[in-house]
């Protein structure tokens, strides 16, 4: 087969761009999908897009390439330049500017006119009648046209807006390149060059784009999905979006059928994502939010968003508890008890099925199959409180405090000392904020001792390393 530039499925071109030129420690041996003259051609495709930011490196296996970018010198993420490479038809190109010129503005026509009218441009290379109207039917679907019904004729016609996005180039610039799906940004501002420069710049996010507006569509219409990875495939209901601030990794918290509570998953091990029914149609959510009237969706709604914020009020950072949780199952001739397994709940990638972990809220549901009831049991909420030195004229130390926690309270205890207390899931997620007050933390109590003995390992190992 020919070697071509152009792409039909941006998900191979993904995980080879993330694999062999991000993470940049594979060779050419390492590329299992085909035959090594397809990672030829991968090679090749990818060099026509970012040829001018990559580099290798040589070991003894061979030589790797990899992407080299210093986000302190690019005004625009060159990775954005992947979806600018959908294949298409000879067809495909020719409807879209034949189409688009003669819906030119303030001009109407229904499907008859246009076929007449491409008819005299095309003559014997005109396609079908039902091509054509898919073609319309796909603009409207993307906005690119409008359609109105007249009588029992559809008229088509451009789109009507009035942007004028020379006012928005700087908001388009600075958007494009920190927001999620920027890569719409960028396609709005392809002719004018970037402006702004970031010294912590997280290009790798650009890849997740489809996956990620996928599910911003999902969220938007409140649908199930199903995720789709390369071992398993789970039905959630998605809810929101988690963007580090450290890394950049991008989460989903989301409602999981399978394992039945909130769970989060790494959008960089999503391969797809299939839209399903409404989420008041989903039978696990009814039992889980016990309520049955599924034509009052304004309850269901406030009962869903009641739910996500007691469960999002204890996390720190993507883990919904690391803790041994026992899952109870009675039944008429036995009793017997389950013991899961240890699991941050971050996304797990597991050749079988989903990490069994059981949910935050005591509940008993019966099972619609059987006479068993399943009582999950609660996930440990830790409890976290230090005490701070904070002198006379740092009132700043308290305003970074107010502003960099994630969860919790503080109160003032006398003069010069402020208390932080909190309950989450995993304490240890906060170790690193913890670090940033050394020297100023006087006591420190959790009921997680594995994060008072972390801390005072790193208190040590700081002593050792500044001989103190």
Same mark, same amino acid.
């Given at each position: 087969?020919a070697?071509?530039?152009?792409i039909?499925n941006f ?12 993470y940049?420690?594979?060779?050419r041996?390492d ?18 897009w ?7 490196g040589?070991?003894?296996?061979g ?12 005004p625009?993420?060159?990775?954005y ?23 030119a ?51 088509y ?11 928005w180039?700087s908001?388009?610039?600075?958007f494009?390149e920190i ?18 420069y970031?010294?912590?710049?997280y290009?790798?996010n ?16 409140k ?45 960089d091990?999503?391969e ?19 309520i ?5 969706? =304004? ?17 720190w950072?993507?883990s ?14 036995? =009793?017997?008890?389950k ?9 797990v ?12 809220i ?14 999950y ?9 230090f ?5 006379d004229?740092?009132?700043h ?6 502003r ?5 309270k503080?109160?003032?205890v ?9 309950e989450?899931?995993?304490a ?8 940033t ?11 997680d001792?594995r ?13 050792e390393?500044?001989?103190?």
């Amino acid at each position: 087969m020919a070697y071509s530039e152009l792409i039909k499925n941006f998900n191979g071109i993904r995980d080879y761009i993330r694999s062999f030129y991000v993470y940049g420690f594979n060779h050419r041996n390492d590329y299992t999908q085909k035959s090594t003259r397809s990672y030829d051609n991968e090679r090749r495709r990818v060099e026509s897009w970012l040829g001018d930011y990559m580099t290798f490196g040589q070991d003894n296996e061979g030589r790797r390439f990899y992407i080299s970018v210093d986000s302190r010198a690019i005004p625009e993420n060159p990775l954005y330049r992947a979806f600018r490479t959908k294949s298409f038809t000879d067809k495909d190109i020719m409807l879209h500017f034949h189409i688009l010129d003669i819906l030119a503005p303030n001009h109407e026509y229904s499907v008859n006119d246009i076929l007449d009218e491409l008819y005299e441009r095309l003559d014997e290379n005109l396609p079908e009648e039902s091509t054509i109207r898919k073609k319309l039917s796909e603009y409207v679907k993307i906005g690119l046209i409008e359609r109105e019904k007249q009588g029992k004729e559809n008229i088509y016609r451009l789109s009507r807006d009035n942007i004028k996005l020379e006012s928005w180039t700087s908001a388009l610039a600075f958007f494009s390149e920190i927001a999620p799906l920027g890569v719409i940004g960028s396609f709005i501002n392809s002719e004018r060059p970037g402006i702004f420069y970031f010294k912590h710049h997280y290009i790798l996010n650009a890849l997740d784009s489809e996956i990620l507006c996928d599910l911003f569509m999902a969220v938007n219409e409140k649908r199930s999905v199903k995720l789709i990875t390369k071992k398993l495939n789970v039905k959630v209901f998605p809810l929101k979006i988690y963007v580090g601030t450290q890394t950049g990794r991008q989460y989903l918290l989301a409602w999981s059928m399978e394992i039945e509570r909130f769970y989060f998953y790494r959008l960089d091990l999503i391969e797809d994502v299939e839209i399903n029914e409404k989420f008041y149609e989903v039978p696990e959510l009814q039992r889980f939010m016990l309520i049955n009237d599924t034509e009052n969706q =304004e309850a269901f709604t406030e009962i869903l968003t009641q739910k996500v914020s007691e469960f999002t009020s204890r996390v720190w950072g993507v883990s919904g508890g690391v803790d041994t949780t026992k899952i109870k199952v009675v039944d008429d001739n036995s =009793e017997r008890e389950k013991e899961c397994r240890k699991v941050d709940t971050t996304f797990v990638d597991d050749k079988s099925e989903h990490e069994k972990i059981c949910g935050k809220i005591d509940r008993t549901f019966v099972d619609e199959n059987s006479e068993h009831k399943k009582v999950y049991g609660k996930i440990d909420i830790t409890r976290i409180n230090f005490t701070l030195y904070i002198d006379d004229g740092e009132e700043h130390i308290i305003q970074r405090l107010e502003r960099e926690k994630r969860c919790g309270k503080i109160e003032k205890v006398d003069a010069n000392h402020w208390e932080f207390s909190a309950e989450v899931f995993d304490a240890l997620e906060m170790l690193p904020f913890l670090r940033t007050f050394i020297g100023r933390i006087t006591d420190l109590q959790c009921s997680d001792e594995r994060v008072i003995e972390r801390f005072n390992q790193d208190v040590q190992a700081l002593s050792e390393m500044y001989k103190i």
